[in-house]
């Protein structure tokens, strides 16, 4: 059974009780977050604050898609086969939920957007009335609409009249269920109020082996020669080939980091270790692979 505080419903019977007292509409679908399908949120009042969003994305379980500038509606209703005689009707096609949302991005995040392309996951939508859209369990635990398709497209060509998009194609996977399971509930804050996830770049130079791995680490901020500062030998992660981690130490220098891997090999990956708050800003970074 949905929960929301859109209708202003009141107590209804037994029967499937279509008893209102409004006809209030949430509004247009306006922002996204994305979530892998196995998170949700603990309760309808953990769905609404926006301290328990912020402690979903610094545990990495949830990703601000961006604001919706354009959409498209593509739903179709189920199809049936009828016989001629009409005896018999069966059902040829389930009905689909269908979008396109096209975001105005800049090209680094739409860099970073595509990471999540076939991505199927779960998605959590504000209104443009200010409400959150989701899906309540049996159990009491608010989730996001799951998908099973989930497609980030090409950066779109921008013209004179328009800027360009990043598309995401989008088929929810249970329709029918969502709207019965429906979560509406008004929120006081904007989902690019929710903490944001930064990317680090890391490249390496000075590389030795001679007992250890030795190099130095330059991290800047994404898209940028800025160097990150800051950053703690617990932030990152340094693994063999085979996934095991290996012993480090860390030393600033400069605006660079002074590592030295307690290895023979003559290469290791390094990364940081899942999301990472540096500064009171949260960052991630993708591997670096480093070899002598």
């Not at 679908?29 to 609404?48: I, M, N, R």
């Not at 859209?133 to 996001?144: F, L, M, N, S, Y």
């Not at 617990?234 to 002074?258: M, Q, R």
Request: proline content about 2%; hydrophobic content about 35%; overall charge negative.
């Amino acid at each position: 059974m949905g929960y929301s505080t859109v209708c202003d419903a009141v107590a209804s019977g037994k029967i499937k009780g279509t008893g209102r007292s409004g006809k209030g509409q949430a509004g247009a679908e306006q922002e996204l977050f994305w979530t892998p399908s196995d998170f949700s949120f603990t309760s309808k009042s953990s769905a609404v604050s926006i301290s328990d969003w912020n402690t979903a994305v610094a545990a990495g379980n949830a990703i601000y898609l961006g604001v919706i500038e354009e959409f498209d509606a593509n739903d179709t209703e189920a199809t049936f086969y009828e016989s001629a005689n009409g005896n018999l009707r069966l059902k040829t096609a389930e009905a689909k939920r269908v979008r396109q949302y096209r975001l105005v991005e800049c090209s680094c995040t739409h860099a970073s957007l595509l990471s999540l392309d076939g991505q199927n996951g779960r998605l959590l939508i504000r209104t443009s009335r200010g409400y959150l859209k989701a899906r309540i369990e049996d159990d009491g635990t608010v989730v996001g609409f799951k998908t099973n398709q989930f497609d980030v497209g090409l950066l779109t060509a921008a013209t004179t009249e328009s800027p360009s998009f990043t598309p995401i194609d989008v088929t929810f996977a249970t329709p029918i269920d969502d709207d019965k399971d429906v979560f509406e509930d008004s929120i006081d804050f904007e989902f690019s109020q929710v903490d944001q996830v930064f990317n680090a770049s890391l490249s390496a130079s000075s590389i030795t082996q001679s007992g250890t791995l030795d190099f130095t680490l330059r991290i800047n901020k994404d898209c940028s020669d800025v160097a990150l500062s800051g950053v703690l030998e617990s932030n990152l992660i340094v693994e063999d080939v085979n996934g095991n981690v290996l012993s480090k130490t860390l030393t600033p220098s400069g605006d660079s980091y002074d590592i030295s891997v307690t290895t023979a090999l003559s290469s290791a990956i390094v990364y940081f270790d899942g999301v990472q708050n540096i500064s009171s800003v949260l960052y991630t970074s993708e591997d670096l692979t480093v070899s002598v």
